[in-house]
């Protein structure tokens, strides 16, 4: 029975924590249930604002439409080769509830991705990654409802168009589906990743050596790692980090080196560098720094923060402040990872 509500505060709703308003609010939490709303003649033309944890979006305005809290649960295994075991899982399941129920069953693939808020249904929205993995490397494939005609289609890996914190569903098919489940492509026997950020010290200091590694460990490294640097959404709002890293031309990147001998880079292809965001603000001068009841966090200046009782107005006066003193100081445009409403 669906329960639409009016008049809703989306403030427990996103991790930002920012007071916006709902004109109408419901809880999905089957695909039945999702059916029924999509036939509800009186909701026919009333837009419709997709939320799962929250964790990725910064609210600018009060919605005056439908929030529409996908809870859809559920793991299950769907089927098993030799090498793998695919399990699905209901787009409102908590992401971080699905990295353990795996890594719990020895099924390898998500362990880096431990500790990411949010739900498996947005997963695929922006190819979440983290500590040298992204989801398109154990994707299988998706469900989804189009959202006017309740059309069900299944997306494959090519479908998605995964890119860096990218996916179709960013760009050409962006608000027309909702995605209803998730099947993963699990390894029954690891390959582990653990060159990327301070993984392989953490173990250390874990006493882990190289014949004890494990999926068990990584994820554990991870959640360590992630807990001593990244700010807790249920203790000061953020939505993890806020800019995308740039990708920009060697050529350029060659360049800025000259003028600042310490900015790191990374080769993606032959002729690109992905430079971190976090150190261009930095350098620029934001980490730390408090603008009325915003800022940039204190050990990681990729993330801006709500201090207290901060609009979305206000966070993206400050991105935009941020933006233009990175775009004036290197001559890089740095773009949201985040989506705004
Ligand atoms: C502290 C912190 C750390 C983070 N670290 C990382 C990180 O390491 N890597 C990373 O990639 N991200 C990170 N994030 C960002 C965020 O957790 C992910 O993007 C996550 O996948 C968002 O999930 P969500 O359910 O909260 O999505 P929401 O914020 O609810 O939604 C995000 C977008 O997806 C759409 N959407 C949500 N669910 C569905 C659905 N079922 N069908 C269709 N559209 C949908 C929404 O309309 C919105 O456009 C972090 C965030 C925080 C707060």
């Known amino acids: 029975m669906l329960s639409i509500q009016s008049h809703v505060s989306l403030k427990?709703?996103?991790t930002f924590g920012i007071a916006a308003r709902a004109r109408y609010w419901v809880a999905i939490e089957s695909e039945e249930d999702l059916q029924t709303l999509l036939q509800l003649t009186e909701f026919l033309d009333v837009p419709k604002l997709i939320l799962g944890g929250g964790s990725n979006v910064l609210l600018t305005r009060d919605v005056d439409g439908l929030v529409v809290k996908i809870n859809i649960q559920g793991i299950e295994v769907v089927r098993e080769?030799?090498?793998h075991v695919y399990v699905r899982a209901g787009a409102g399941v908590h992401w971080h509830q699905l990295v353990q129920h795996c890594v719990g069953q020895n099924l390898a693939g998500l362990e880096n991705l431990s500790l990411i808020p949010g739900t498996v249904g947005a997963a695929p929205m922006q190819n979440i990654g983290a500590y040298g993995v992204e989801i398109e490397q154990v994707f299988d494939q998706l469900e989804a409802i189009h959202m006017t005609t309740g059309e069900r289609r299944t997306f494959r890996h090519a479908d998605c168009r995964f890119g860096y914190r990218e996916s179709v569903f960013k760009h050409e098919l962006k608000g027309q589906y909702i995605i209803?489940?998730?099947t993963?492509?699990?390894d029954k026997q690891p390959t582990f990743h653990t060159s990327y950020g301070a993984i392989r010290e953490t173990l250390a200091e874990m006493g882990v050596s190289d014949d004890q590694l494990s999926i068990q460990a990584i994820s554990e490294a991870v959640i360590r790692i992630r807990r001593s640097k990244l700010p807790d959404p249920a203790e000061i709002g953020n939505a993890g980090s806020f800019f995308k890293n740039p990708e920009i031309p060697k050529s350029q990147f060659d360049q800025l080196q000259e003028q600042f001998p310490t900015m790191p880079g990374y080769p993606v292809g032959p002729d690109r560098v992905k430079v971190p965001a976090g150190w261009l603000i930095e350098q620029a001068g934001w980490k730390g720094k408090r603008v009325g009841n915003?800022?940039?966090h204190s050990k990681q200046a990729l993330v801006l923060v709500?201090?207290?009782?901060a609009t979305g107005e206000e966070v993206r006066a400050l991105a935009t402040r941020?933006?233009?003193s990175v775009e004036a100081r290197f001559g890089v445009r740095l773009m949201p990872e985040v989506n705004f409403v």
């Open 12 to 14: 427990p709703y996103n």
């Open 81 to 83: 080769d030799e090498l």
């Open 180 to 182: 209803t489940s998730v």
């Open 184 to 186: 993963f492509r699990l």
């Open 294 to 296: 915003t800022g940039v």
């Open 306 to 309: 709500n201090h207290g009782d």
């Open 322 to 324: 941020v933006q233009e």
